[in-house]
């Protein structure tokens, strides 16, 4: 008989430490639950379907003051989900991304900070953040590398990264052509003109190199250069 009460107490000590153990598992379970972290970018002219991924880096603590750090790609279809324990942390774009046309961002405001309570949908984690377009003088070939590498590292397709870069280079490079054109047809435009006190004028552009120019009192002699005597044109004050 006392075997027996043995055996009925040692099954029922068993059976409420598997109760009490299952139950703090659930805790332990519940505490350490990771939520959704949901990522809004707005970024003018972004489309996921056509545009490269977004760099991002997430870094906090936990609940439990532990250490948090995760390089993700974000914003298209392809990018994996995150998810965070209970916690507070901040939202870094590492890179700007790139439009299909090769536009790019600047990301230098790109940081957000939020956090995960695990209380229902709200309490999911919410970053929100804005990025500018940078306008062509503000790209440069180092970005354009940074952010193809940056993609490549995280696991974006190195072969699309390369186009992506390939169409940024392509326009930066109509840009800076159209810069120096511009600035080429501003100084041929200044060795054309010629001022004075009391004028100014434009000499035709087959001269420029070709003349030199004097000027006395109101009076501008425009000259074949070495030869002050071969005057080409004479500018002066129209006495009425």
């Known amino acids: 008989m006392a075997a027996v009460i043995l055996v ?29 972290i949901n990522i809004t970018v707005t970024a003018d002219g972004y489309d996921s379907k056509t545009s490269s991924p977004i760099p991002i880096l997430i870094e906090g603590t936990d609940f439990e003051g532990k250490p948090v750090s995760v390089e993700a790609l974000s914003g298209t279809s392809e990018s994996e989900s995150l998810s965070l324990m209970r916690g507070t942390y901040t939202l870094t774009v590492t890179a700007s991304p790139f439009l299909s046309d090769g536009s790019m961002f600047d990301v230098g405001k790109s940081k957000v900070d939020f ?78 003109h010629i001022s004075t006190e009391w004028y100014e004028f434009d000499i035709p552009t087959s001269w420029v190199g070709k003349v030199e120019y004097s000027t006395t009192g109101d009076k501008t002699s425009v000259y074949l250069a070495g030869h002050p005597d071969y005057v080409l044109l004479t500018a002066y004050l129209d006495p009425e």
Do not use: C
Request: aromatic share 8%; proline share 1%; net charge negative.
């Open 8 to 36: 009925v107490l040692i099954a029922a000590g068993f059976v409420a430490w598997f109760l009490v153990d299952q139950h703090s598992k659930e805790v332990w379970e519940q505490e350490h639950k990771e939520y959704p």
């Open 115 to 192: 956090e995960v309570t695990g209380d229902g949908e709200s309490g999911q984690g919410n970053a929100s953040v804005g990025l500018a377009v940078l306008d062509e003088a503000s790209m440069s070939e180092e970005q354009i590398a940074s952010s193809k590498d940056k993609l490549v590292s995280l696991g974006f397709n190195e072969e699309k990264a390369a186009e992506f870069a390939d169409t940024a280079e392509a326009k930066l490079k109509k840009y800076q052509d159209a810069l120096a054109a511009q600035k080429a047809a501003e100084e041929a435009l200044a060795k054309r």
